[in-house]
């Protein structure tokens, strides 16, 4: 069994921010594969399902960004999961606007979601989805930019990331992170 969690935060004043692209993604495999992610527990919304022959759960914290690790601890421990069983999706904005990137571990570098999750978890062995924003501006505070809308001009890259991060997350499901990684990491939309 998979935990599956996209990043965000809860409220229609977040839901077409840049902070909220692992929120779309779970939104985007829920409609592929008839998921109802509306179950409260976890201090979130989950739903259980399967995805190519794999059970998984689909998890939206909704513990706001910097607390997303509570969320995640909770259901690792309910589902009775390891952190090996986990994969996270969420925004960066330091990899080129237009591709993807999965890893299968490393740091938090200055996303505040993975510092909780890494500190509420105690681990950074799992597998991650990031998914890019872009770059902000040299005059532009990081919260403000990671809070602000994507401009007409970037939709449909950012959709087409979130296709191919959803495509990516069903390659790991399927085969494997290293899998995901040797198909998806430099793999641009644009």
Avoid: C
């Avoid at 935990?3 to 592929?32: A, Q």
């Amino acid at each position: 069994m998979k935990l599956i969690v996209g990043l965000g935060n809860p409220g229609s004043n977040y839901e077409y921010t840049r902070h909220n692209v692992g929120f779309k993604v779970i939104d985007e495999l829920e409609k592929r594969y008839n998921f109802k992610v509306k179950k409260i527990k976890f201090k979130g919304v989950y739903d259980k399902g399967n995805i190519l022959g794999e059970d998984v759960i689909l998890l939206k914290p909704y513990t706001y960004m910097n607390d997303s690790g509570i969320s995640i601890r909770e259901a690792l421990s309910y589902f009775k999961l390891s952190q090996k069983d986990l994969i996270v999706i969420y925004d960066d904005s330091d990899i080129e606007f237009g591709t993807i990137r999965i890893k299968k571990k490393g740091s938090a570098g200055t996303h505040n979601g993975m510092k909780s999750i890494l500190y509420h978890i105690q681990s950074d062995e799992f597998d991650r989805v990031k998914l890019s924003i872009g770059k902000r501006g040299p005059f532009i505070d990081m919260k403000d930019f990671v809070l602000s809308g994507f401009d007409k001009s970037e939709i449909k890259t950012i959709e087409g990331e979130i296709d191919l991060a959803a495509d990516a997350v069903e390659e790991i499901i399927k085969n494997g992170s290293d899998s995901a990684m040797n198909i998806y990491n430099g793999k641009s939309v644009i």
